[in-house]
């Protein structure tokens, strides 16, 4: 008799434990920033979880590299999460238009927002956003500043006194002057191109023109930038031909390196890696008292896959994502995504506080290459890769790569005819 | 007076499962993947037919023409390295392992092996750190025997690249044409070779004489799997040089040049009809090499009966 009560009683609790587990809703996000999952796991998604119970979310990334290809499958075969990190521009556009991302103009939270904050998720004629913001990253330098200091160099503000301290430090031997490979070939872009590119061609004003088809990629503003770029190679360490971007990292946060061209994406990974002292650095203008611009580009948001069995509770989650709490949480926890929210977000980081100081005395810009220009084919990004490994390997020169380019941008868009 | 032969429908029943599960998983793909090279993507976002206005993109726009004919012949000299180190080496190691001379002989057979059923995405990343100029250990032992000057960066230099990969892939699949081999030398019976002795052909002249023209129907197997293998190949040069196949395209085969068009890569968005149109031609061009094999060489291999 007592087997049969105690076999009723486990049953029963079997039953209402499955029960009490079928009220929870289960969102998963589908992202590239497998860097972030324990911030995700241990940090973010704790205190949402803690406010809204009955909402449990998972985090699940897949690789950089292969995310745009895997979401896209997931999406057509009905697999893919609840949320969608959404790259910028095209990429998100076209899931939008193909009616795999959910119009999200509606949510409350998009207040939040400046315009400039969500142009990169939204429509041509901005009537219709597609994804709550998340953050931004800057580009500039990282420094090794117990190197700096040994050497006794200053941290340079114009392009001359950029090169002197390359030549400082290749002519004392001890660190390899710059950290950059050109074997993924996308830093010789990101980090390189679109990173010192901004000064010359003036920022969005350039990038506008571009746009609008009253500059080309040959004029010298656009060359300019791949003119450095071949400088560069003098600098590099010894094979960078084959050297990977986890090498890049790996020499400059084992001390071997001194300068890094970066992203602020490096930040938390480089505070935990690195041993010494870092600092960073804008890119640096022509001539001392130049106007400085800095390519801070809307790098990251959140979407909802139109398809979710759970847009209620996923929407709650959007909400949360776009209120002031999360981006103190989250600039905090990644330092160097920086916040795109309007309402200002204290950061404790020294090295996110010194890139994010550069809003207030350099013009922000985005990366050329994203908006619009990269929308047919050839595609001028993946294009900019190329021609930037290859002016940095000196197996083309500044000159034919922005001709390439211009040749393949003008080959399918139209104000470029 | 015998009636007419009944119908055999015992082998209609005994074929069918194979019958249907290769339609399903083979047949039926295929002629998906054809019949969507002859549509295109409207500005609408619905599929029109277009006949073969894919292929005329892909063989006559300069841009669509230059990667496919630079990833052919970047397919091809990948197949050559293969036939021409892959399986020399391959018969070369055979010879040896079927020596009756030879000591430990199961030991080099399963060392050499093991590559084979190592993932690609291990033998790409070993490969890469050994390789690697900053933390590889080829650089060091190059140093220790005075050769250091012969060092370069090889995966990262447009003239190394590919040719460095082809012998990564050799190292790896050299086992294969191997055991083929070494199954086919100990099939040979030994009155043949007795035979031969007597006749006082014997060492290198019995091998060129005697077993390596019984061996040539397993060579000329060995050679068709190796071209299908080539030119279906991807996995490698995805894990070393990732989808752009670098530097500057130079490790670009036809596999990577499908996925970027078919899957997109970075800002460029998948583009499933182009995909399809190279994944078309891709098909004609492994039938066309496999047709070559079996009507040209195959039928014409002597075979001898024990």
Redesign the interface.
């Known amino acids: 008799m007592t087997t049969r009560t105690l076999r009723i009683a486990l049953l029963t609790s079997t039953l209402l434990a499955g029960a009490a587990q079928a009220q929870d809703v289960t969102l998963t996000i589908e992202s590239w920033r497998n860097d972030d999952l324990t911030i995700w796991q241990d940090t973010i998604i704790p205190a949402f979880e803690a406010q809204n119970p009955g909402i449990k979310v998972v985090f699940a990334p897949s690789a950089p590299?292969e995310y745009?290809?895997v979401l896209?499958?997931k999406l057509d075969a009905g697999s893919a999460g609840d949320l969608i990190t959404c790259?910028p521009?095209?990429?998100s556009l076209?899931l939008y238009?193909?009616g795999k991302l959910a119009d999200l103009t509606a949510l409350a939270a998009m207040a939040n927002f400046s315009p400039v904050a969500k142009s990169a998720w939204q429509t041509d004629d901005g009537t219709a956003t597609f994804c709550v913001p998340m953050a931004s990253v800057i580009h500039g330098f990282i420094y090794n500043a117990d190197a700096f200091a040994q050497l006794g160099i200053e941290v340079p503000q114009t392009e001359a006194e950029f090169f002197a301290a390359l030549d400082k430090i290749k002519a004392d031997g001890t660190y390899i002057p710059m950290a950059m490979?050109?074997?993924?070939?996308?830093e010789a872009a990101t980090m390189g191109y679109n990173n010192i590119g901004p000064n010359y061609w003036k920022g969005e004003e350039g990038r506008l023109a571009l746009i609008k088809g009253e500059q080309t990629l040959t004029d010298p503003q656009w060359v300019a930038p791949f003119t450095q770029l071949a400088r560069w190679k003098d600098y590099l360490?010894?094979?960078?031909?084959?050297?990977?971007y986890p090498?890049s990292q790996n020499?400059f946060t084992l001390g071997r390196a001194a300068i890094y061209p970066a992203g602020s994406w490096e930040i938390s990974g480089f505070n935990t890696q690195a041993g010494f002292k870092m600092g960073a650095f804008p890119p640096p203008v022509a001539a001392a008292g130049d106007t400085c611009y800095i390519s801070d580009h809307t790098d990251i948001a959140l979407g909802l896959n139109a398809a979710s069995p759970n847009a209620d509770q996923a929407k709650v989650f959007l909400e949360w994502v776009g209120s002031p709490e999360f981006a103190t949480l989250y600039a905090n926890a990644l330092p160097g995504f920086f916040s795109l929210n309007s309402t200002p977000v204290e950061m404790a980081d020294p090295l996110a506080k010194e890139f994010v100081s550069w809003r207030d005395t350099c013009q922000s810009t985005i990366r050329s290459?994203?908006q619009i220009l990269?929308r047919g084919?050839?595609?001028l990004?993946?294009e900019t890769?190329?021609a930037s490994?290859?002016v940095i390997?000196g197996?083309e020169t500044p000159e034919a790569a922005a001709e390439r380019l211009q040749a393949?941008l003008a080959?399918w868009f139209a104000p470029q005819q | 007076m015998s009636g007419r032969k009944p119908i055999r429908w015992h082998i209609a029943v005994f074929l069918a499962p194979a019958v249907l599960v290769y339609t399903a998983i083979m047949i039926v793909p295929l002629f998906g993947t054809l019949n969507l090279s002859l549509f295109n993507q409207t500005p609408e976002r619905t599929s029109e037919f277009v006949g073969l206005a894919n292929f005329r993109t892909l063989f006559g726009d300069p841009r669509w023409s230059g990667a496919f004919w630079n990833a052919l012949g970047n397919n091809a000299w990948f197949f050559v390295v293969h036939m021409l180190v892959q399986n020399p080496i391959g018969i070369l190691l055979a010879a040896l392992l079927s020596s009756p001379r030879l000591r430990m002989a199961a030991f080099y057979r399963t060392a050499i092996f093991i590559p084979t059923i190592l993932s690609f995405v291990i033998v790409g990343f070993v490969w890469k750190l050994i390789l690697s100029p900053i933390w590889g250990i080829a650089p060091g032992m190059l140093d220790v025997v005075g050769l250091k000057s012969l060092f370069a960066p090889w995966l990262g230099k447009e003239d190394y690249a590919l040719t460095a990969l082809a012998l990564v892939s050799v190292w790896q699949f050299v086992g294969i044409p191997m055991m083929l081999i070494y199954a086919a030398l100990l099939s040979i019976p030994d009155e043949v070779l007795e035979a031969a002795e007597m006749d006082g052909i014997t060492g290198m002249s019995q091998f060129w004489k005697i077993k390596l023209p019984l061996i040539l129907p397993s060579v000329g197997i060995i050679s068709i799997l190796t071209f299908v293998g080539n030119f279906n190949a991807f996995d490698l040069i995805y894990v070393a040089q990732g989808a752009l196949a670098g530097p500057d395209f130079s490790t670009d085969i036809l596999g990577t040049f499908l996925y970027r068009t078919f899957f997109g890569f970075q800002l460029q968005l998948g583009d499933p009809h182009m995909g399809a149109t190279i994944a078309t031609a891709m098909f004609g061009i492994i039938l066309i090499g496999v047709c070559i094999y079996l009507f040209g060489i195959q039928t014409r291999l002597r075979r001898y009966q024990f």
């Not at chain 1, 490979?181 to 996308?186: A, F, K, L, S």
């Not at chain 1, 360490?237 to 050297?243: K, L, N, P």
Request: without cysteine.
């Open positions: 590299a745009n290809a896209n499958s790259r521009f095209d990429a076209e238009n193909k490979g050109t074997n993924d070939q996308w360490g010894d094979g960078f031909e084959a050297q990977t090498d020499l290459t994203y990269s084919t050839p595609n990004e993946n890769w190329n490994a290859n390997k197996t393949g080959s």
